[in-house]
């Protein structure tokens, strides 16, 4: 690993493919998670390879992983694709979402790629706030601040996303697709 930090670090186009090669497969999961579709997570994905290209000189080994480095740009990047295409944070009417509860274990009869769509599914900002907070561990306070919102508007947000995520398996579980 440290030929390939080195490599990188000196800008050897054949130590960049090799880093492409072993963390695009996970960072385009993590794409994924925040993109509408598969042609934006791409776009994501390439560009946060780029912006780790450009920057690689400021990674420190002694500070932390690669891969964790490496998420983080890929989120920043994907939450400055979001910002770029909803400047408003548009917010879905309580009342058009369903009250119907979710069995618990409704995840584990799912598949990854099935709750990747669930989660794609949302509305931008629930989709947004839903992987920053449940999947990546930011804080309200922090997501407020990634975003721009109120930390009221954080918690809001998330408290839909649950509730539509769990509208959305509970029809799946009553249609029998689950």
């Not at 979001?82 to 369903?98: G, I, Q, S, V, Y």
Request: aromatic share 8%; hydrophobic share 45%.
């Amino acid at each position: 690993m440290d030929n390939l930090i080195t490599g990188c670090k000196q800008k050897n186009p054949a130590r960049q493919r090799q880093l492409f090669g072993l963390f695009a497969p996970v960072m385009m999961t993590v794409a994924r998670r925040y993109a509408a579709t598969s042609d934006a997570a791409e776009d994501i994905l390439q560009e946060a390879f780029i912006k780790v290209f450009r920057a690689f000189d400021q990674f420190d080994e002694t500070k932390g992983a690669l891969e964790g480095w490496i998420r983080r740009i890929v989120v920043n990047t994907a939450i400055q694709h979001w910002r770029k295409r909803h400047k408003n944070f548009p917010a879905t009417p309580d009342e058009f979402l369903p009250e119907n509860p979710v069995a618990a274990e409704a995840d584990m009869l799912m598949d990854a790629e099935e709750l990747l769509q669930l989660i794609a599914d949302l509305p931008p900002g629930f989709r947004m706030v839903f992987n920053l907070y449940a999947i990546e561990g930011y804080s309200h306070a922090e997501i407020a601040g990634m975003l721009g919102i109120a930390e009221s508007a954080s918690r809001s947000q998330l408290a839909r996303a649950r509730k539509q995520l769990q509208a959305a398996v509970f029809s799946l579980q009553k249609n029998g697709m689950v």
